[in-house]
């Protein structure tokens, strides 16, 4: 079975300081997905970045950076100089594809809160 | 385009009493999928549809019906509602070339 294991659930920094969100993912399967979701206060679901498993590229888009490790089965996730806006829930989510199902698997999120 | 649409955006229900959640696309997605969104647990699959007439259970299938009749539309049906449904509902399709989602804005449901 699928599982998102996101062991920090709140974290709090003041503004400009850096953050990690962790995550660890099992799965049996050989292809899957990896995604990262933002649900702010408002709490529509955001989506912020898909990785597939063969790509261990690590990217990087403005403040945010990501950083895929097959080899310790996590996908961590790093806010650069964070600002009050980035206050929110975030998610890690798995969506395997050997078995067709097309569903996702989620942690059950960490909570982010950048104070001024 | 729409994307996902969700309808109710907040229903309050008394307890056995039943209701259905509407999810509808216009992006001619092939699969669909209904979570549920609780405290401290993330989301959790409730059922999904790899196409139109098929359907499964995810994690926690208990008291809530689906059914698939079109690609556009996935309604989520409570027989009988009890106070533990209480949760916000996300609806979610996708398309089978690519591997994202879209998700809808949510339901917020309370069971009284």
């Known amino acids: 079975a699928q599982k998102v294991t996101q062991a920090q659930t709140e974290i709090s920094v003041v503004e400009k300081e850096d953050v990690t969100l962790d995550c660890v993912y099992e799965?049996?399967?050989?292809?899957?997905?990896l995604f990262w979701y933002k649900q702010p206060p408002s709490g529509e679901l955001v989506f912020l970045i898909r990785?597939?498993?063969?790509?261990?590229q690590n990217e990087i888009s403005g403040r945010y950076s990501w950083n895929f490790q097959k080899s310790t089965s996590s996908f961590n996730f790093t806010i650069t100089a964070s600002q009050v806006v980035d206050s929110a829930v975030y998610f890690c989510?798995?969506?395997?594809?050997?078995?067709?199902?097309?569903?996702?698997?989620f942690g059950s999120g960490t909570r982010l809160q950048v104070q001024p | 385009n729409a994307g996902v649409t969700q309808t109710p955006k907040f229903q309050v229900l008394k307890t056995g009493q039943s209701m259905t959640l509407q999810c509808a696309q216009d992006?001619?997605?092939?699969?669909m999928s209904w979570y549920r969104q609780d405290p401290g647990m993330g989301l959790r699959l409730i059922h999904y549809s790899v196409g139109a007439g098929i359907t499964d259970q995810g994690e926690v299938p208990n008291g809530y019906n689906v059914s698939r009749s079109t690609t556009e539309d996935f309604p989520l049906r409570l027989l009988s509602a009890a106070p533990s449904q209480t949760s916000v509902y996300f609806c979610a399709s996708s398309y089978a070339r690519d591997y994202g989602y879209t998700f809808g804005s949510g339901t917020r449901l309370t069971v009284v």
């Open positions: 989510a798995l969506s395997d594809l050997d078995t067709g199902r097309r569903a996702l698997t």
């Open positions: 992006m001619n997605h092939e699969y």
């Open positions: 990785r597939n498993s063969f790509d261990e």
């Open positions: 799965t049996r399967d050989t292809t899957y997905y």
